[in-house]
């Protein structure tokens, strides 16, 4: 063999050989890594930690981002109470909140689904234009022969959902409700068992109504051959559907105070009446009075009265800004959404020739005053935080809208 044969021989030979080992140290470090990930596997099947040095390459970030927690919001019923919904909504749209899901019942699924389609300003400012302009015959028309009668005779319900529809297709434009931009739950009341059904997929319009079919008011609603009507019947602050999806923060949106207190009864059917709502509230001071550990319940509550019945759309307007009230104080307390809420200008010193003081006006959320009735919760509390009772909202600076009776809370 000639002297440039050997060489080049010998140049190819060594080639080959790096080559080879390449190969090997890849082919090693393939199996290594696909032991590691089996081993990751296997360790989280069995509910332990894997080491993090062991399912990572080397230095490499890891690129799960670390779970934050998920935030719900919760919209309760309460009829034509619901305008108190728009302007916490309006509020909260204001400032850059958005849930990673919304549960919704009654009234609370109309205004729920409608957020989750559009969790803008625009949008919220659309469903108030919806709100303004509903008058009590668009809902429940009046013929010549209306009253009390109504209720005896045999049919599903005094009014039919006609006119309920037309709206809630006017304010909630996608067709179904895995459509919507955050994740949307409505819950009803099946007729078959008489007990939850939650609605997260299908025609949103059909869902929305049956959550709101309020009974003997609006006739049942029957979807793929069985029958709802009002989700408030058995959640209708659905607070615990949150829960169980794993929220670590609720922030539910109530059209009356937590706390029901009956009026006197003075008549057989008002007992009646009061027993029902005694019963559809006692499930959330029951959710409340058991919150997880880690759980942060936020509430914004409606106030007493405002409404003459459930029927009555007349003080929506008045509604709405009590709504934003509410709402206001919420977000400037516990920090909600991505835009700051502004901090309170200081008040201005009054002259020598004045008769009284004025203290200033300060920012600290930790002396903000509970007026508003908003509250925060979390299961870590003192014992009796977590009592609803204990957050009565009060009157405030603004006024109800005359002498009023007992609203219907659980639509």
Not at 49 to 54: F, G, I, L, R, T
Not at 210 to 219: L, N, R, T
Not at 220 to 245: F, S
Not at 369 to 395: E, F, K, L, Y
Request: hydrophobic share 45%; with cysteine; glycine share 10%.
């Amino acid at each position: 063999m000639t002297p440039a044969a050997t060489a080049t021989f010998a140049v190819a030979f060594a080639a080959f050989v790096v080559a080879a080992l390449v190969l090997v140290v890849l082919t090693l470090r393939f199996l290594v890594r696909q032991a590691s990930a089996s081993r990751a596997r296997w360790l989280a099947g069995q509910g332990a930690v894997p080491d993090v040095d062991a399912t990572t390459d080397g230095g490499e970030e890891d690129e799960e981002d670390e779970d934050e927690g998920m935030t719900a919001l919760v919209l309760a019923g309460g009829s034509t109470r619901g305008a108190i919904q728009i302007g916490m909504l309006q509020v909260l749209a204001e400032h850059g909140f958005v849930p990673d899901r919304i549960y919704g019942s009654s009234v609370g699924a109309i205004n729920g689904v409608g957020f989750a389609g559009d969790p803008t300003r625009e949008g919220v400012e659309r469903m108030t234009q919806v709100w303004l302009g509903i008058r009590r015959e668009d809902v429940y028309p009046q013929g010549r022969l209306h009253g009390p009668w109504l209720y005896l005779q045999q049919r599903d319900a005094v009014f039919a959902n006609s006119g309920l529809r037309a709206i809630v297709e006017e304010g909630i434009r996608q067709e179904r409700l895995e459509d919507t931009v955050v994740p949307v739950e409505v819950v009803a009341t099946s007729l078959t068992d008489g007990g939850e059904h939650w609605f997260t997929r299908g025609p949103a319009i059909d869902a929305v109504l049956a959550s709101a079919a309020m009974p003997a008011i609006f006739p049942p609603v029957e979807i793929d051959g069985e029958r709802y009507i009002d989700g408030g019947v058995v959640a209708n602050v659905p607070l615990q559907r949150a829960i169980d999806a794993g929220a670590t923060r609720i922030v539910v949106l109530l059209c009356s105070p937590p706390v029901f207190e009956p009026p006197v009864s003075r008549r057989p059917v008002e007992g009646m009446v009061n027993a029902l709502f005694i019963a559809i509230h006692a499930r959330f001071v029951r959710d409340m009075a058991h919150l997880p550990e880690g759980v942060e319940v936020i509430l914004c509550t409606g106030p007493e009265g405002t409404t003459r019945d459930f029927d009555d759309f007349s003080t929506t307007e008045h509604l709405i800004a009590l709504g934003r009230a509410e709402a206001s104080e919420v977000v400037r307390r516990y920090g909600l959404g991505t835009v700051a809420y502004p901090a309170p200008l200081p008040v201005p010193a009054i002259g020598a020739d004045a008769q009284a003081p004025v203290a200033p006006v300060t920012s600290d959320p930790a002396g903000a005053s509970d007026a508003s009735g908003a509250a925060s919760v979390t299961s870590d509390a003192p014992p009796g935080a977590s009592d609803p009772g204990d957050r009565r909202p009060s009157s405030g600076s603004t006024a109800a809208a005359g002498p009023v009776t007992q609203p219907d809370p659980a639509t």
